[in-house]
């Protein structure tokens, strides 16, 4: 994860980052299929943000920016989720369980 994190940040951002640990792992049971996150704490060390080319993806990214924390909800994080980010992640390395970072269902 240490070599594959860096580089696919700066796939698809633009940014080049330093891995430093891994926060929380969670996975959302109400897409189809599922999908796996995983929260990385990483260092920006050079780049400027950009929208990634979509030609492979079969849900295209429209936009890449950074949000606030305080405005993480209006983006359909969970309060639990903006809660444990705002902590310091105390479970760090750890498996947070399903769906615990998004409050919307589809």
């Given at each position: 994860?240490?070599?594959?994190?860096?580089?696919?940040?700066?796939?698809?951002t633009?940014?080049?980052?330093?891995?430093?640990?891994?926060?929380?792992?969670?996975?959302?049971?109400?897409?189809?299929?599922?999908?796996?996150?995983?929260?990385?704490?990483?260092?920006?060390?050079?780049?400027?943000?950009?929208?990634?080319?979509?030609?492979?993806?079969?849900?295209?990214?429209?936009?890449?920016?950074?949000?606030?924390?305080?405005?993480?909800?209006?983006?359909?994080?969970?309060?639990?989720?903006?809660?444990?980010?705002?902590?310091?992640f105390?479970?760090?390395?750890?498996?947070?369980?399903?769906?615990?970072?998004?409050?919307?269902?589809?």
């Amino acid at each position: 994860m240490e070599k594959k994190a860096p580089y696919l940040v700066r796939e698809e951002t633009g940014l080049e980052v330093a891995l430093e640990e891994l926060l929380a792992v969670s996975d959302t049971s109400f897409r189809n299929p599922s999908a796996l996150h995983i929260l990385l704490r990483v260092k920006r060390l050079s780049g400027e943000l950009h929208i990634p080319g979509s030609e492979y993806d079969s849900v295209a990214i429209t936009d890449v920016r950074f949000v606030p924390i305080e405005k993480l909800c209006e983006y359909g994080f969970s309060n639990s989720f903006v809660s444990q980010l705002k902590d310091g992640f105390p479970l760090e390395n750890r498996y947070i369980g399903p769906d615990t970072f998004f409050d919307f269902q589809e």
